[in-house]
């Protein structure tokens, strides 16, 4: 039988092990493949023994749909064309990624990932002569040619749920909660979960505000509405002077996680309003996979897997008009989207009245 291998790779986020069974279901059930699933991203390759497991239908009889996390474990270190070696050099190891394909006997690979790790997987899939087919993931949903990719809608139902948590309390006492969330460059979990979860202020990278504009709008509330106010901040807003306020771990990676703090600090300095921040965090990739996610997960696992077999190739699956589609990886990585000002969302938040920091209140 034919033999493919799948692998996830970057961030983890809800959904992947329903991928993970859509395409096993689908290998197995509709064509007789054998299904093998490679461990931590592309790590399992470079590993000898190499590091993997059959996937079978006994593999995801039980609870596996609804787990969040991938099974098969995933990482967004070591790039295995340019792999950090202890000694701090760079070296080339997609020989032996090559190498490890040859010996599971692998035909064709089905990688999940975001843009950075498939732009990696795309070019280790060349050099090692292995047909690929790609499903986009990510919490961020950043990849403009996909209108989803597995994850989002989970980490916006996160997101929200920790809005409806924070109002009781922010009612409680008096106070302007600030909710910190994920979506690196991209405001689309920020805008999502603030229309959803009755926020008062969201703030998003996309569009400029002012500090004076958000302190108006919290005056107002304040004074005149209720004794609370909810705000959402995306993760790579900066300051109101443009500065960012990532923080770099030990090996130099971005980390977000601060612009909740400073605007907790700078709403209470121009309003007086007692503040509280929280930085949503992992939460956001963690836990159980929301039917959205489960839905888009099966429907592009088994599209990919008919890829394969009608031997269409270096493409990857999208979601556009309630189809799935299938486009060049390279145009679909290429195509990184943040959130349009003029975009639906958008509209409807300043409909509701909600103060996205660029307009006086
Ligand atoms: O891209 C997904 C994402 O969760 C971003 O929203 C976030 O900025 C980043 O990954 C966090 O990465 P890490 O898991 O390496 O801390």
């Known amino acids: 039988p034919k033999r493919i291998g799948i692998l996830t790779s970057g961030g983890d986020c809800a959904g992947l092990n329903a991928v993970l069974r859509a395409v096993t279901l689908r290998a197995i059930q509709g064509y007789g493949w054998e299904v093998y699933g490679i461990s931590h991203g592309t790590q399992g390759l470079l590993r000898r023994p190499i590091d993997y497991q059959k996937l079978d239908l006994k593999s ?20 295995p064309i340019a792999y950090p070696m202890e000694d701090g050099t760079l070296k080339d190891r997609s020989a032996e990624f090559a190498e490890g394909c040859q010996m599971l006997g692998l035909e064709a690979m089905i990688g999940v990932g975001g843009d950075g790790s498939l732009h990696i997987l795309r070019k280790l ?17 950043d990849l403009g040619i ?7 809608t989970t980490a916006v139902d996160v997101a929200t749920e920790a809005l409806d948590r924070l109002q009781p309390t922010a009612a409680s006492h008096d106070r302007v909660m600030i909710l910190e969330v ?4 991209a405001g689309h979990i920020a805008l999502a979960a603030g229309i959803a979860g009755g926020a008062d202020i969201i703030i998003i990278p996309e569009i400029p505000y002012k500090l004076q504009n958000i302190a108006h709008k919290i005056d107002d509330l304040l004074k005149k509405q209720r004794n609370f106010a909810l705000v959402v901040v995306a993760e790579a807003v900066k300051t ?12 130099g990676r ?36 929301d039917a959205s996610d489960r839905l888009l997960a099966s429907a592009f696992g088994v599209r990919a897997v008919d890829l394969v077999a009608e031997g269409k190739f270096d493409r990857m ?25 003029n975009d639906a969302l958008v509209q409807t938040a300043r409909g509701l009245g909600i103060c996205l920091g660029d307009a006086p209140y």
């Open 60 to 79: 995801f009889e039980g609870s596996i749909l609804r787990l969040g996390g991938t099974i098969l474990g995933t990482t967004n270190k070591g790039n």
């Open 125 to 141: 899939m060349e050099k090692s002569k292995i047909p690929f087919v790609a499903i986009p993931k990510t919490i961020d949903n």
């Open 146 to 152: 996909t209108e989803r990719s597995i994850g989002f």
């Open 182 to 185: 994920m979506g690196r460059d």
């Open 240 to 251: 109101e002077n443009g500065s960012a306020l990532q923080i770099f771990d030990l090996n």
């Open 254 to 289: 971005a980390r977000y996680g601060g612009i909740g703090h400073y605007l907790s600090d700078e709403i209470t300095r121009l309003t007086g309003a007692e503040t509280r921040f929280t930085v949503l965090g992992h939460l956001q990739r963690g836990g159980q996979p």
């Open 317 to 341: 699956v999208a979601w556009q008009n309630r189809t799935i589609i299938d486009v060049p990886i390279l145009d679909a990585i290429s195509l990184n989207s943040t959130v349009d000002p």
